[in-house]
């Protein structure tokens, strides 16, 4: 499995960003794709996760109402649509992938990771 993710950038507070990750060499027949985001030196923090199969969502209280997770069964790629950012929402965001279809939100059922795209969001 190959995850590469892309669309991070700088964006003013308050701005949008839309994140993608295209998923290759899935094999499994029901998966869960997720967003983490990490700031150095700590632990990796979920955002949103989504089951392929039956499109469950999850997402952290920081962000609900203001993130979207979605995906693109025909492009095999999943989305955060990221609105009304924030300063404290600077950061490197990877997606994850699992076998499964239950959105676990903690980074250690997950077994799969892109390289990490970085938001940076100004004041």
């Known amino acids: 499995v190959q995850l590469q993710a892309s669309g991070g950038g700088l964006v003013q507070a308050g701005g949008s960003l839309k994140l993608s990750c295209l998923a290759s060499g899935v094999t499994f027949s029901t998966y869960t794709m997720a967003w983490f985001r990490q700031d150095p030196g700590k632990e990796r923090e979920f955002v949103a996760a989504?089951?392929?199969?039956?499109?469950?969502?999850n997402y952290a209280a920081s962000v609900k109402g203001r993130f979207t997770i979605s995906r693109d069964y025909a492009k095999n790629t999943v989305y955060l649509q990221m609105n009304s950012l924030k300063p404290e929402d600077t950061t490197r965001y990877y997606c994850?992938?699992?076998?499964?279809?239950?959105?676990?939100?903690?980074?250690?059922?997950?077994?799969?990771w892109g390289q990490g795209t970085l938001v940076t969001v100004s004041s």
């Open positions: 989504f089951g392929w199969r039956y499109a469950r969502t």
């Open positions: 994850a992938l699992r076998e499964g279809e239950v959105p676990y939100t903690t980074a250690r059922h997950f077994v799969h």
